[in-house]
Antibody, heavy 116, light 106 residues
Framework: QVQLQESGPGLVKPSETLSLTCSVSGDSISGYYWSWIRQPPGKGLEYIGHIYNGNTNYNPSLKSRVAISSDTSKNQFSLKMNFLTAADTAMYFC???????????WGKGTTVTVSS | DIQMTQSPSTLSASVGDRVTITCRASQSISSWLAWYQQKPGKAPKLLIYKASTLQSGVPSRFSGSESGTEFTLTISSLQPDDFATYYCQQYSETWTFGQGTKVEIK
């Protein structure tokens, strides 16, 4: 059974960089799309970006501040987002997406608050 | 960028009702559309992918259809466990989500 677990700081100061990691257990990260999605409090889902076999794709509105990478030796992938503001306060989810089949496995999410 | 316009934003219904939620894409996405259900404090759950294929384990009262760039999620007989928020997602290019539809108890 595939499981995803997000980890990272719950509190980040404005203008600083957020680093989150998604650890994958139960399957190899090779051969799937791995994505980051966020949800501000009380709002809808926002796609951040994804990585597939080292190739990345990002939400154009976040592209200048975001980088997603993967580490096959650790079976995990990561998100870095810089120049944070209060608008980046959200629940951050990682998810597995199978080609053509939607995001079928999700982490439980991690809350990130941007505040001084 | 492909925009997804989802409607309605809120829907009030009773147990046993037939419920439909619509997403319209700003351009062709072929059938690369998924539907998710999300309950408060939980991660989304995949219901349907490729517009009309039911994810394994999802009750058959959920169904999806498409007509051009308009996609519909139908719940044939609403059950108590179905009161939640539903999102569409296109994954044709640079994925985007619809704004969500909250299904409330009438």
């Amino acid at each position: 059974q595939v499981q995803l677990q997000e980890s990272g700081p719950g509190l980040v100061k404005p203008s600083e960089t957020l680093s989150l990691t998604c650890s994958v257990s139960g399957d190899s990260i090779s051969g799937y799309y791995w994505s980051w999605i966020r949800q501000p409090p009380g709002k809808g889902l926002e796609y951040i970006g994804h990585i597939y076999n080292g190739n990345t794709n990002y939400n154009p509105s976040l592209k200048s501040r975001v980088a997603i990478s993967s580490d096959t030796s650790k079976n995990q992938f990561s998100l870095k987002m810089n120049f944070l503001t209060a608008a980046d306060t959200a629940m951050y989810f990682c998810a597995r997406h199978r080609y053509g089949m939607g995001s079928d496995v999700w982490g439980k999410g991690t809350t990130v608050t941007v505040s001084s | 960028d492909i925009q997804m316009t989802q409607s309605p934003s809120t829907l009030s219904a009773s147990v046993g009702d037939r419920v439909t939620i619509t997403c319209r894409a700003s351009q062709s996405i072929s059938s690369w559309l998924a539907w998710y259900q999300q309950k408060p404090g939980k991660a989304p759950k995949l219901l349907i992918y490729k517009a009309s294929t039911l994810q394994s384990g999802v009750p058959s009262r959920f169904s999806g259809s498409e007509s051009g760039t308009e996609f519909t999620l139908t719940i044939s007989s609403l059950q108590p466990d179905d009161f939640a928020t539903y999102y569409c997602q296109q994954y044709s290019e640079t994925w985007t989500f619809g704004q969500g539809t909250k299904v409330e108890i009438k």
